[in-house]
């Protein structure tokens, strides 16, 4: 089988830093990918993770190991407007890659 | 570069109706997805097209369709509706696929938000 587990909610405070984790069931894939969804918005592309280790892009990073199965997305340095929901998906290997998407993670900033 | 579109933005049907959603994709990009959402299902894929052909398939009833044509541009289309088919749904473009996973990006468009009464 195929699966993505991610926590349902977060919360955190402005200014904290906060760690989002992902972790998977599927094996035979290429890299993992980061979404942000604001309410009433689409989904945007953050990040993109080939290779293990950590990826940095602003405030916001991610992380891969294939070999724990896990990867996470870490977010400094926290303001209101990173309040949304974060996908991961993996990029599946087979005859046509597809995506394979979490439920998603609903992150709440508060003051 | 002017990004994903669809129309309708807002669609309020009934049950038993047929609906039909359109997606145009950025320029260059010749691979377009479809997602339904819904509150806590996350994103569930629909289809994948790409040159005219349908590449990846979900796990939904016959009754989801769609299309694509020579421009790139598609249309899904959702039969026989049911309440349950209330949801918002998202289309997603990217480039031709290639070698590289990392290019499989998906740029998505402000989605259709379906209302079935």
């Known amino acids: 089988g195929q699966s993505l587990e991610q926590p349902s909610e977060v919360t955190a405070v402005e200014g904290a830093i906060v760690q989002i984790n992902c972790t998977y069931q599927?094996?035979?894939?290429?890299?993992l990918s980061w979404y942000q969804q604001h309410d009433g918005g689409a989904p945007t592309f953050l990040s993109y993770?080939?290779l293990d280790g950590l990826e940095e892009t602003g405030r916001f990073s991610s992380f891969l190991s294939r070999s724990d199965s896990y990867g996470y997305l870490l977010l400094q340095e926290l303001q209101m407007k990173d309040s949304a929901s974060y996908f991961c998906?993996?990029?599946?290997?087979?005859?046509?890659?597809?995506?394979?998407w979490g439920l998603g993670t609903s992150l709440a900033v508060n003051p | 570069k002017a990004g994903v579109t669809q129309t309708p933005r807002y669609l309020i049907k009934t049950r038993g109706q047929q609906v039909t959603l359109s997606c145009s994709p950025i320029?260059?990009?010749?691979?377009v997805s479809w997602y339904q959402q819904t509150p806590g299902q996350g994103l569930q894929f629909l289809f994948e097209?790409?040159?005219?052909?349908?590449?990846n398939k979900g796990n939904f009833p016959g009754r989801f369709s769609g299309r694509q044509f020579s421009n790139s541009r598609s249309e899904m289309n959702v039969s026989t509706l049911e309440l349950g088919d209330s949801a918002l749904y998202l289309c997603?473009?990217?480039?031709?696929?290639?070698?590289?996973?990392?290019?499989?990006?998906?740029?998505f468009g402000p989605g259709t938000r379906l209302t079935v009464l």
């Open positions: 997603a473009s990217s480039l031709p696929p290639n070698r590289d996973p990392s290019t499989d990006t998906q740029y």
């Open positions: 320029s260059g990009h010749r691979s």
């Open positions: 097209y790409f040159s005219e052909t349908q590449r």
């Open positions: 599927t094996s035979g894939f290429y890299g």
């Open positions: 993770n080939g």
């Open positions: 998906a993996v990029n599946k290997r087979g005859n046509n890659r597809k995506l394979i």
